[in-house]
């Protein structure tokens, strides 16, 4: 089992940055894909970016495309995704999940992943 824990999420202004962290429990295989997901209030949960070991598949929601950027420390087993130049429609409860292996073309899909965390709130006030 993997346990992911999300930290970094507050309260912002509108054009403000923030940077999200996701540690991992153990430095292991389940983790070689890993996500980003977030749910704002009575909307489903939709994506927002991943990226997989070595980087070689890197993908971002069009809606934060240019804003937001996905990066890991595999030596320390933790993620991270810096957002720049938020706004109000990234408020939301941002979640970190991971995967043992590559989804492919389903990597935006919240069941391609096995592992999750238990949240962080992001609010942007505008």
């Known amino acids: 089992q993997v346990q992911l824990v999300e930290s970094g999420g507050g309260l912002v202004q509108a054009g403000g940055s923030l940077r999200l962290s996701c540690a991992a429990s153990t430095r292991s295989w389940r983790t070689t894909v890993m996500a980003w997901f977030r749910q704002a209030p009575g909307k489903e949960r939709e994506f927002v970016a991943q990226?997989?070991?070595?980087?070689?598949?890197?993908n971002y929601a069009d809606s934060v495309k240019g804003r937001f950027t996905i990066s890991r420390d595999n030596a320390k087993n933790t993620a991270y995704l810096q957002m720049d130049s938020l706004k109000s429609d990234d408020t939301g409860v941002y979640y970190c999940?991971?995967?043992?292996?590559?989804?492919?073309?389903?990597?935006?899909?919240?069941?391609?992943?096995?592992?999750w965390g238990q949240g962080t709130q992001v609010t942007v006030s505008s």
């Open positions: 999940a991971a995967n043992p292996t590559w989804p492919g073309s389903k990597c935006y899909d919240r069941s391609s992943y096995s592992y």
């Open positions: 990226t997989t070991w070595s980087d070689e598949h890197t």
